[in-house]
């Protein structure tokens, strides 16, 4: 009997675990993963998991322990891995045992970027990746009174957000000019710049900081790179994450801005997969990503070469992000700022204050940012997935029914 090992028991390692017994692999399956309990879903660790009671954990939980039952898969949690060795097929655990696979996946996700200040480590001074991140951001929220949140981007917002409805102070501060530069347009940056200010947190753009101030191991400030300080007794770094390629590396696979992997999710070594937020599939996305839809799409293809089945064809990325009552949903890969021919349109939505904005590259729709409007998401998704035209001046006309784009006039 053949065995599948992957290392990692979140989204990626789940989805591909799932999809081999869907596929009628009867092999052994071993999930190892390094956190300790159920494996929990990531995306509501910077909001609704911040505002539960810890009696409330469960609801979190990505799988019930049946489901590890029902489909045999062994789970050994609470367990890191130590070393790849490719000649003999077996990994080695941090308890000092070993675990022969004949397939390995690499579902290791990424780590999140630590300060590069000294005193990062100092009490008051929090990062948020892991349920244990998010426990012990929550359990200091009762004592914090002035939080500062380093980084603009979406674990930075959707935590701003959280540490507001806990009735803290809060900042945030982004080196680059706009909020969620990275990942959003321009005019969806200025929406929820707008819609942080509303609920009163203050933005601090095109800054950096350059210190931390405290006393007795505990943060009481920091220092920005233009002299300013401002008191806190809480920071939270959401400066962005690393792929946590090391494994990789030392087992002396490829590596760079993550694992290079092939159509099929394998690395050079025909033996490995690497999937998700770890994984680098140029096969079928430019970049890297770093969301849900990968994590799953990731396993499924990954699950489907080792079965010998099909490929899964390329899918259309999807994102979300949850802040106050808003919910942003993106379809699609924002072009770069630079991009020649490059329109943003925004259109209003039904419902008050909502939006979606449209980016074309010359007359072709490349992605859709909504603001709770979930029928221009929708639609703009669809039209996309089908390769269906929509033209420019059909968005920029705030009388034109969305709704016809579902059904095509015949050619």
């Not at 999140?112 to 200040?117: A, T």
């Not at 490929?311 to 630079?338: C, M, R």
């Not at 039904?350 to 072709?364: A, H, I, K, N, T």
């Amino acid at each position: 009997m053949t065995r599948t090992v992957i290392i990692g028991a979140s989204h990626a390692g789940l989805a591909c675990a799932e999809k081999l017994r869907a596929a009628e692999y009867d092999g052994a399956i071993t999930l190892v993963e390094r956190e300790a309990g159920l494996p929990i879903q990531r995306p509501p660790l910077s909001k609704a998991y911040l505002q539960a009671e810890s009696s409330d954990e469960a609801g979190f939980a990505l799988r019930r322990p049946e489901f590890f039952q029902t489909l045999d898969i062994e789970l050994r949690d609470g367990l890191a891995v130590t070393e790849i060795d490719r000649n003999a097929k077996q990994i080695t655990l941090a308890d000092g045992s070993a675990l022969a696979y004949d397939w390995l996946v690499l579902a290791t996700g990424a780590m999140p970027r630590q300060l590069p200040l000294d005193g990062a480590g100092a009490g008051g001074v929090h990062l948020l990746r892991t349920a244990a991140d998010a426990r012990a951001l929550r359990g200091a929220l009762g004592q914090a009174k002035k939080a500062v949140v380093a980084g603009g981007g979406y674990i930075g917002l959707e935590a701003a957000a959280s540490l507001r409805k806990a009735g803290l102070e809060v900042t945030v501060i982004e080196m680059a000019e706009r909020l969620l530069a990275r990942v959003a347009s321009p005019l969806i940056s200025d929406y929820f710049a707008d819609l942080h200010r509303q609920h009163g947190v203050q933005l601090v753009l095109g800054h950096g900081l350059s210190g931390l101030i405290g006393k007795a191991g505990r943060i009481s400030g920091i220092e920005l790179d233009d002299g300013r300080q401002l008191a806190c007794d809480l920071l939270l770094a959401g400066i962005g994450v690393i792929p946590e390629s090391e494994l990789a590396e030392a087992a002396g696979l490829k590596v760079g801005n993550g694992i290079p992997v092939s159509a099929d999710y394998r690395t050079e070594d025909v033996s490995i997969f690497a999937i998700g937020d770890v994984a680098h599939a140029a096969a079928h996305y430019p970049l890297r990503l770093e969301s849900v839809h990968h994590a799953q799409f990731s396993g499924q293809v990954a699950a489907a070469a080792i079965v010998g089945q099909p490929l899964p064809e390329t899918e259309l990325p999807w994102f979300w992000s949850d802040q106050y009552d808003v919910k942003l949903q993106i379809a699609g890969l924002l072009p770069a700022a630079d991009t020649a021919g490059l329109d943003y349109i925004s259109r209003a939505g039904r419902r008050p204050g909502s939006l979606s904005v449209w980016s074309f590259v010359g007359e072709q729709l490349c992605s859709v940012e909504s603001a709770s409007d979930p029928q221009a998401y929708m639609i703009a998704k669809a039209c996309m997935e089908k390769g269906q035209p929509v033209a420019k001046q059909d968005i920029a006309n705030p009388e034109f029914d969305l709704k016809s784009l579902r059904s095509p006039a015949p050619a």
